[in-house]
Protein backbone atom coordinates (compact mmCIF):
# COMPACT_ATOMS: atom_id res chain seq x y z
CA UNK A 1 0.00 0.00 0.00
CA UNK A 2 1.13 3.22 -0.84
CA UNK A 3 2.35 5.37 2.10
CA UNK A 4 0.00 8.54 3.10
CA UNK A 5 0.30 10.88 0.63
CA UNK A 6 -1.02 13.76 -1.54
CA UNK A 7 -1.97 11.46 -4.48
CA UNK A 8 -3.13 9.15 -2.35
CA UNK A 9 -5.42 11.37 -0.09
CA UNK A 10 -6.86 12.48 -3.65
CA UNK A 11 -7.66 8.83 -4.85
CA UNK A 12 -8.98 7.98 -1.79
CA UNK A 13 -11.64 10.91 -1.86
CA UNK A 14 -12.16 9.84 -5.34
CA UNK A 15 -12.85 6.19 -4.27
CA UNK A 16 -15.19 6.74 -0.98
CA UNK A 17 -18.85 6.24 -1.14
CA UNK A 18 -19.58 7.21 1.96
CA UNK A 19 -20.72 11.44 1.46
CA UNK A 20 -19.78 12.66 4.70
CA UNK A 21 -16.07 10.65 4.95
CA UNK A 22 -15.55 11.90 1.15
CA UNK A 23 -16.34 15.80 2.40
CA UNK A 24 -14.28 15.37 5.57
CA UNK A 25 -10.97 13.95 3.71
CA UNK A 26 -11.45 16.66 1.84
CA UNK A 27 -11.23 19.28 4.29
CA UNK A 28 -8.63 16.86 5.96
CA UNK A 29 -6.13 16.30 3.27
CA UNK A 30 -6.47 20.29 2.15
CA UNK A 31 -5.47 21.56 5.76
CA UNK A 32 -2.18 18.49 5.38
CA UNK A 33 -1.28 19.77 2.03
CA UNK A 34 -1.47 23.71 2.82
CA UNK A 35 0.48 22.66 6.09
CA UNK A 36 3.35 21.15 4.47
CA UNK A 37 2.80 17.48 6.16
CA UNK A 38 1.97 15.78 3.08
CA UNK A 39 4.52 15.13 0.01
CA UNK A 40 2.79 14.50 -3.56
CA UNK A 41 2.99 10.50 -3.73
CA UNK A 42 3.54 9.26 -6.95
CA UNK A 43 0.83 7.27 -9.55
CA UNK A 44 4.02 5.21 -10.41
CA UNK A 45 3.67 2.87 -7.72
CA UNK A 46 0.81 3.37 -5.74
CA UNK A 47 -2.79 2.13 -5.90
CA UNK A 48 -4.82 2.11 -9.46
CA UNK A 49 -7.53 4.66 -9.53
CA UNK A 50 -11.28 4.25 -9.50
CA UNK A 51 -12.64 4.31 -12.74
CA UNK A 52 -15.48 5.26 -11.23
CA UNK A 53 -16.09 7.44 -8.41
CA UNK A 54 -17.85 5.87 -5.24
CA UNK A 55 -21.49 6.58 -4.78
CA UNK A 56 -24.19 5.61 -2.21
CA UNK A 57 -27.15 3.58 -3.42
CA UNK A 58 -29.04 6.70 -4.21
CA UNK A 59 -29.76 8.65 -6.29
CA UNK A 60 -30.58 6.71 -9.01
CA UNK A 61 -28.42 7.76 -11.60
CA UNK A 62 -30.00 7.79 -15.39
CA UNK A 63 -28.36 8.54 -19.20
CA UNK A 64 -29.43 12.52 -19.53
CA UNK A 65 -32.22 11.70 -22.57
CA UNK A 66 -33.57 9.42 -19.85
CA UNK A 67 -34.27 12.35 -16.88
CA UNK A 68 -37.16 13.27 -16.09
CA UNK A 69 -38.39 16.86 -16.50
CA UNK A 70 -38.56 18.44 -13.25
CA UNK A 71 -41.12 21.03 -11.53
CA UNK A 72 -39.43 24.74 -11.65
CA UNK A 73 -42.13 26.65 -9.89
CA UNK A 74 -42.63 26.14 -5.94
CA UNK A 75 -40.89 24.57 -3.43
CA UNK A 76 -40.88 21.47 -5.48
CA UNK A 77 -39.24 23.49 -8.11
CA UNK A 78 -36.80 24.84 -5.44
CA UNK A 79 -35.68 21.44 -4.38
CA UNK A 80 -35.48 19.88 -7.61
CA UNK A 81 -32.82 22.78 -8.65
CA UNK A 82 -30.55 22.26 -5.23
CA UNK A 83 -30.72 18.72 -5.78
CA UNK A 84 -29.44 18.85 -9.39
CA UNK A 85 -27.04 21.62 -8.27
CA UNK A 86 -25.96 18.91 -5.35
CA UNK A 87 -25.58 16.51 -7.51
CA UNK A 88 -23.23 18.70 -9.92
CA UNK A 89 -20.96 19.97 -7.18
CA UNK A 90 -20.63 16.53 -6.03
CA UNK A 91 -19.05 15.31 -9.11
CA UNK A 92 -16.70 18.21 -9.40
CA UNK A 93 -14.84 17.18 -5.86
CA UNK A 94 -14.89 13.92 -8.04
CA UNK A 95 -13.51 15.65 -11.32
CA UNK A 96 -10.99 17.73 -9.25
CA UNK A 97 -9.80 15.45 -6.77
CA UNK A 98 -9.57 12.77 -9.42
CA UNK A 99 -7.06 15.64 -11.66
CA UNK A 100 -4.94 15.76 -8.64
CA UNK A 101 -3.94 12.10 -8.24
CA UNK A 102 -4.21 11.59 -11.77
CA UNK A 103 -1.68 14.37 -12.73
CA UNK A 104 0.78 13.82 -9.98
CA UNK A 105 3.85 12.74 -11.95
CA UNK A 106 3.24 16.05 -13.80
CA UNK A 107 6.02 18.15 -14.11
CA UNK A 108 4.40 21.29 -12.68
CA UNK A 109 5.39 23.63 -9.57
CA UNK A 110 4.25 23.19 -6.56
CA UNK A 111 1.63 25.79 -6.65
CA UNK A 112 -0.11 24.00 -9.41
CA UNK A 113 -1.05 21.57 -6.28
CA UNK A 114 -1.85 24.39 -4.34
CA UNK A 115 -4.61 25.57 -6.19
CA UNK A 116 -6.54 22.41 -7.35
CA UNK A 117 -6.24 21.39 -3.67
CA UNK A 118 -7.76 24.46 -2.64
CA UNK A 119 -10.66 23.74 -5.97
CA UNK A 120 -10.56 20.25 -4.26
CA UNK A 121 -11.82 22.15 -0.92
CA UNK A 122 -14.13 24.42 -1.94
CA UNK A 123 -15.93 21.34 -4.19
CA UNK A 124 -16.63 20.09 -1.13
CA UNK A 125 -17.52 22.85 0.67
CA UNK A 126 -20.36 23.84 -2.16
CA UNK A 127 -21.71 20.33 -2.12
CA UNK A 128 -21.99 20.07 2.25
CA UNK A 129 -23.92 23.18 1.89
CA UNK A 130 -25.93 22.32 -0.58
CA UNK A 131 -26.48 18.98 1.05
CA UNK A 132 -27.51 20.94 4.39
CA UNK A 133 -29.95 22.90 2.41
CA UNK A 134 -31.84 20.35 0.98
CA UNK A 135 -32.10 18.81 4.71
CA UNK A 136 -33.26 22.04 5.79
CA UNK A 137 -35.84 22.05 3.25
CA UNK A 138 -37.28 18.78 4.13
CA UNK A 139 -35.87 16.89 1.32
CA UNK A 140 -32.58 15.18 0.81
CA UNK A 141 -29.34 14.44 -1.65
CA UNK A 142 -31.04 11.22 -3.34
CA UNK A 143 -34.17 11.58 -3.63
CA UNK A 144 -34.53 12.23 -7.13
CA UNK A 145 -32.94 10.58 -9.87
CA UNK A 146 -29.36 12.35 -11.25
CA UNK A 147 -28.02 12.42 -14.75
CA UNK A 148 -24.78 10.08 -14.91
CA UNK A 149 -23.38 12.27 -17.74
CA UNK A 150 -20.69 14.20 -15.89
CA UNK A 151 -18.25 11.61 -15.34
CA UNK A 152 -17.70 11.36 -18.85
CA UNK A 153 -15.42 14.83 -18.99
CA UNK A 154 -12.93 12.29 -16.45
CA UNK A 155 -13.02 9.46 -18.69
CA UNK A 156 -12.58 11.25 -22.19
CA UNK A 157 -9.38 13.66 -20.45
CA UNK A 158 -7.86 11.19 -18.13
CA UNK A 159 -4.88 10.99 -20.82
CA UNK A 160 -4.06 14.47 -21.21
CA UNK A 161 -3.80 17.12 -18.53
CA UNK A 162 -4.39 20.32 -21.29
CA UNK A 163 -7.34 18.51 -22.29
CA UNK A 164 -9.06 18.02 -18.50
CA UNK A 165 -7.99 21.91 -17.97
CA UNK A 166 -9.73 22.83 -21.13
CA UNK A 167 -13.14 20.70 -20.63
CA UNK A 168 -13.34 20.71 -16.56
CA UNK A 169 -12.70 24.62 -15.59
CA UNK A 170 -12.45 26.47 -18.90
CA UNK A 171 -16.21 24.65 -20.45
CA UNK A 172 -17.91 23.27 -17.58
CA UNK A 173 -17.23 26.03 -14.55
CA UNK A 174 -17.01 28.69 -17.19
CA UNK A 175 -20.52 27.79 -17.78
CA UNK A 176 -21.48 28.45 -13.98
CA UNK A 177 -21.03 32.01 -14.67
CA UNK A 178 -22.85 32.07 -17.18
CA UNK A 179 -25.70 30.29 -15.76
CA UNK A 180 -25.50 30.54 -11.61
CA UNK A 181 -26.36 34.89 -11.29
CA UNK A 182 -29.55 33.94 -12.91
CA UNK A 183 -30.49 30.89 -10.88
CA UNK A 184 -29.67 32.83 -8.09
CA UNK A 185 -32.26 35.90 -8.91
CA UNK A 186 -34.63 33.61 -9.39
CA UNK A 187 -34.10 31.69 -6.01
CA UNK A 188 -33.48 35.10 -4.08
CA UNK A 189 -36.99 36.39 -5.97
CA UNK A 190 -38.83 33.36 -5.01
CA UNK A 191 -37.73 34.99 -0.78
CA UNK A 192 -35.27 32.22 -0.25
CA UNK A 193 -32.25 33.96 0.70
CA UNK A 194 -30.39 31.49 2.33
CA UNK A 195 -30.20 29.45 -1.10
CA UNK A 196 -29.64 32.19 -2.82
CA UNK A 197 -26.92 33.36 -0.76
CA UNK A 198 -25.10 30.05 -1.42
CA UNK A 199 -25.17 30.38 -5.24
CA UNK A 200 -23.39 33.79 -4.80
CA UNK A 201 -20.64 32.00 -2.97
CA UNK A 202 -20.38 29.15 -5.71
CA UNK A 203 -20.14 32.00 -8.00
CA UNK A 204 -17.35 33.92 -6.68
CA UNK A 205 -15.21 30.69 -6.29
CA UNK A 206 -15.93 29.34 -9.31
CA UNK A 207 -14.41 32.54 -10.85
CA UNK A 208 -11.62 31.93 -9.04
CA UNK A 209 -11.84 28.32 -10.21
CA UNK A 210 -12.03 29.14 -14.38
CA UNK A 211 -8.84 31.29 -13.61
CA UNK A 212 -6.70 28.87 -12.54
CA UNK A 213 -7.63 26.57 -15.34
CA UNK A 214 -6.96 29.41 -17.46
CA UNK A 215 -3.22 30.46 -15.83
CA UNK A 216 -2.65 26.67 -16.09
CA UNK A 217 -3.49 26.00 -19.55
CA UNK A 218 -1.99 28.95 -20.54
CA UNK A 219 1.43 27.22 -18.54
CA UNK A 220 1.31 24.40 -20.76
CA UNK A 221 0.97 26.23 -23.70
CA UNK A 222 3.79 27.99 -22.99
CA UNK A 223 6.09 25.47 -21.95
CA UNK A 224 5.28 23.59 -24.94
CA UNK A 225 5.16 26.93 -27.77
CA UNK A 226 1.71 26.19 -28.80
CA UNK A 227 -0.76 28.76 -28.76
CA UNK A 228 -3.28 28.83 -26.43
CA UNK A 229 -6.21 29.52 -28.32
CA UNK A 230 -5.90 27.05 -31.27
CA UNK A 231 -4.75 24.59 -28.99
CA UNK A 232 -8.11 25.22 -26.73
CA UNK A 233 -10.22 24.94 -29.33
CA UNK A 234 -8.77 21.34 -30.62
CA UNK A 235 -8.46 19.99 -27.19
CA UNK A 236 -12.92 20.74 -26.86
CA UNK A 237 -13.45 19.39 -30.08
CA UNK A 238 -12.40 16.22 -29.47
CA UNK A 239 -12.77 15.63 -25.80
CA UNK A 240 -16.23 17.43 -25.03
CA UNK A 241 -19.50 16.14 -26.02
CA UNK A 242 -22.40 18.78 -26.14
CA UNK A 243 -22.42 22.35 -27.16
CA UNK A 244 -21.43 25.93 -25.95
CA UNK A 245 -24.32 27.71 -25.82
CA UNK A 246 -24.15 31.09 -25.92
CA UNK A 247 -25.49 33.49 -23.91
CA UNK A 248 -22.07 33.91 -21.87
CA UNK A 249 -21.61 36.08 -19.10
CA UNK A 250 -18.07 37.94 -20.92
CA UNK A 251 -17.33 39.93 -17.84
CA UNK A 252 -17.08 37.14 -15.88
CA UNK A 253 -15.29 35.19 -18.01
CA UNK A 254 -12.51 37.48 -19.13
CA UNK A 255 -12.43 38.62 -15.01
CA UNK A 256 -11.49 34.90 -15.12
CA UNK A 257 -8.73 34.98 -18.05
CA UNK A 258 -11.10 33.16 -20.35
CA UNK A 259 -10.99 35.58 -22.85
CA UNK A 260 -13.69 35.34 -25.89
CA UNK A 261 -11.27 33.96 -28.13
CA UNK A 262 -11.22 31.06 -26.26
CA UNK A 263 -14.55 30.16 -26.96
CA UNK A 264 -16.70 32.13 -28.99
CA UNK A 265 -15.40 29.98 -32.22
CA UNK A 266 -16.80 27.03 -30.47
CA UNK A 267 -20.32 28.59 -29.82
CA UNK A 268 -21.55 26.57 -32.53
CA UNK A 269 -20.63 23.02 -31.96
CA UNK A 270 -23.12 20.59 -32.52
CA UNK A 271 -23.17 17.34 -30.06
Not at 117 to 135: C, I, N, Y
Not at 217 to 244: K, M, Q, S, T, Y
Amino acid sequence: MERDSLRERARSIVATADLQAKVDLAYQTARDWFQRRLDRGTGLTGPALSERPGRPARPLLLAPRDMPRRSSVGLSGRIALLHSLTHIELNAVDLTWDLVARFVDQQVPRSFFDDWVQVGLEEAKHFSMLDTRLKELGAAYGDLPAHDGLWQAAESTGHDLKARLAVIPLVLEARGLDVTPAMAEKIRSGGDEASAAILDIIYRDEKRHVAFGAKWFRFLCDRERVAPEPAFHDLVRRNFRGALKPPFNDRARSEAGLTPGFYKPLARIIG
